[in-house]
């Protein structure tokens, strides 16, 4: 039998300004493991901003080896994994940024998430046997023209550590559209 564990909520930051990695609230008993993904008051307890409502929250499935991203649209992102594990990678493309061009890295796993401000690009490579489900929760509707911007997730420039090896022409693990954004975090908005 399993005994009753509680782990509470924290924040680390990043060497990205504003960009947060947070071990979510759990508790876990003999039936299992309920995480708290979001709790206003615990965020705002934590300096965290509000990200209430959320208008729009995607579940994906991303097969394994499979890069999605790096998209930095004007809305704040709240992102986890629901199953598998995902390596995150996050750019500073604020260009009014102290920490503008700086790169993150995050291993993403149950329990842990990764609070993306706007105009921070987020993307993420699944590594685990099979899929890897990835919730995505914004603050404002994703919509074509949507301001922001993206970068090739394997830019020479940014030198993403990413864990499994990528086929660049394979659009079974990179989209077209990943694979033709600018290699430059200065390159130009994306609509």
């Known amino acids: 039998m399993q005994q009753a564990e509680n782990v509470p909520l924290s924040v680390q930051p990043t060497t990205i300004q504003g960009l947060m990695v ?3 609230k759990q508790i876990s008993d003999e039936r299992g493991t309920v995480r708290e993904f979001y709790r206003e008051s615990a965020f705002l307890g934590a300096g965290l901003p ?3 409502p959320f208008t729009q929250i995607n579940v994906m499935e991303t097969r394994q080896g499979a890069l999605r991203g790096l998209h930095g649209e004007d809305m704040h992102k709240l992102v986890a994994v629901a199953e598998g594990e ?3 990678a996050y750019v500073d493309a604020r260009t009014d940024s102290p920490t503008f061009g700086r790169t993150a890295t995050v291993r993403l796993a149950k329990g842990t998430q990764v609070l993306v401000p706007r105009g921070v690009c987020n993307g993420f490579q699944s590594v685990s046997p099979g899929v890897t489900q990835y919730l995505y929760s914004f603050d404002q509707e994703w919509r074509p023209g949507m301001a922001g911007t993206s970068v090739h997730p394997l830019s020479a420039e940014l030198a993403i550590p990413w864990p499994l090896p990528v086929d660049p022409s394979n659009r079974a693990v990179i989209s ?3 694979a033709g954004a600018p290699s430059s975090v200065a390159g130009p908005p994306t609509p």
Do not use: P
């Open 22 to 24: 947070i071990r979510m």
């Open 50 to 52: 509000s990200l209430g």
């Open 86 to 88: 995902a390596f995150g």
């Open 176 to 178: 077209a559209k990943d």
